[in-house]
């Protein structure tokens, strides 16, 4: 399998360097009260609430959270809506069944439903003899905080607050919000039974946001075994607590012998298939959690300076490789200074998305979208800057809504 098939899904850099692609915080005016309301529902089926909670005012994003580990992800445009979901690969966030998803899975650290459609979850949860079910007909009356609630023919769900209120991620254009019950295509509801313990060590409110690349291998060590792609699957937005030695990983021409501690998922990752530098910033050595634990060494320095994923300095680049579309510039910029090249995509319009992409063998196979991202705002956008010593890189960019696609030739 090329390294363009196993990364074509890598979406932007680290979080918060880069133009578009970026997880928002809430929306104070779409934070409205989110908390279970009034008594009844399992202990898990609350907690599931106040994880769905903690998205509300994020951005709608079409496919989110259905790939990889449950969690927020980059959406998609729907084909069936290209208009309205235009902005939702800007986002990393949840449609509504990667919402319902990801919240039952915080609340017991097993993935109950899956990364399926709706229907999906509701014909494997109903089936459940641990589960209850209960009909349209119903309607609120014998419902409780956490039950997941169906509706339009099994095309949406949501998680029942109680008090005739829900949460849920509805549509594109739309944030992840409180809402009235709704009658009108309403097809019933699944409480999920069993026995659901709380799973430890989640340290919730601290660690920082990154992207994976692709869908790497999660261990629950960080010596032994094999830690490769799996080759499907989109990059996924994972909370990283703290990071340590262990085994070394070569992936995509990189190696990195640094782990790091997902608490959402207790699981680890090495940094190689994170989207920033070796050693990831701000983020802690395990030692500070002592029943996590582990330190860390930094790798060796050297080379050209130039950090993969970093804030390009524009300050004496050229743009050695052109290429147009729809009256689009695409630019590969590129420093003497650094070894460092980025894309630009110029005369666009919102929602054009600009990239580049890496080859250590001359353009056969390659390390596609790295950067990718989006203009959000005004005519122009540029990715963060790569290392292109001893490689060849290209720009490629696309207009919103849109299957043109062009690359500059490698450079």
Not at 354 to 379: H, M, P, Y
Request: net charge negative; glycine share 14%.
């Amino acid at each position: 399998m090329t390294l363009r098939r196993l990364w074509s899904v890598a979406g932007a850099a680290l979080l918060g360097l880069t133009l578009g692609l970026t997880a928002l915080p809430p929306s104070a005016a779409h934070a409205g009260t989110c908390a279970p309301i009034g008594s009844g529902g399992s202990a898990a089926a609350r907690r599931a609430i106040e994880a769905a909670c903690g998205f509300v005012g994020q951005h709608y994003a079409w496919a989110g959270g259905h790939d990889g580990l449950p969690g927020p992800s980059q959406g998609e445009v729907d084909e069936s809506d290209p208009i309205d979901s235009a902005h939702d690969p800007e986002y990393w966030s949840f449609d509504c069944s990667g919402l319902v998803r990801y919240a039952w899975y915080a609340a017991t650290g097993v993935d109950l439903l899956g990364p399926g459609t709706v229907e999906d979850h509701y014909l494997t949860q109903s089936r459940k003899t641990t589960n209850q079910v209960f009909s349209a007909a119903q309607g609120t009356t014998p419902l409780q905080p956490g039950d997941i609630l169906y509706y339009a023919d099994l095309g949406h769900t949501t998680i029942y607050l109680g008090g005739g209120k829900m949460v849920e991620a509805r549509e594109s254009g739309d944030f992840v919000k409180v809402s009235d019950w709704r009658a009108d295509r309403y097809y019933g509801a699944i409480r999920i039974g069993g026995t659901q313990p709380d799973p430890p060590y989640r340290h919730p409110g601290l660690g920082s946001s990154f992207k994976t690349w692709g869908s790497p291998a999660y261990r629950t060590t960080r010596t032994g075994g094999t830690a490769t792609f799996t080759g499907t699957g989109h990059s996924v937005l994972v909370r990283v607590l703290c990071q340590a030695d262990g085994q070394s990983v070569t992936a995509g021409g990189y190696t990195n012998h640094i782990w790091s501690y997902l608490p959402d998922y207790r699981l680890w990752v090495n940094n190689v298939f994170i989207q920033g530098p070796a050693v990831l910033p701000g983020v802690p050595a395990c030692t500070q959690y002592p029943e996590i634990g582990g330190g860390y060494t930094p790798p060796g320095g050297g080379g050209n300076g130039c950090v993969d994923g970093s804030v390009p300095d524009g300050a004496g680049a050229r743009s050695p490789r052109t290429a147009t579309v729809l009256g689009r510039t695409i630019e590969l910029r590129y420093s003497d200074a650094t070894e460092c090249a980025w894309g630009r995509i110029t005369n666009g319009t919102i929602g054009d998305q600009v990239w580049t992409d890496r080859s250590t063998d001359n353009g056969a196979t390659w390390t596609a979208k790295l950067g990718l991202t989006a203009i959000t705002s005004g005519t122009d956008a540029f990715t963060t800057q790569w290392n292109d010593s001893g490689v060849v890189m290209r720009a490629c960019g696309r207009p919103a809504g849109r299957t043109d696609e062009v690359c500059t030739s490698w450079f």
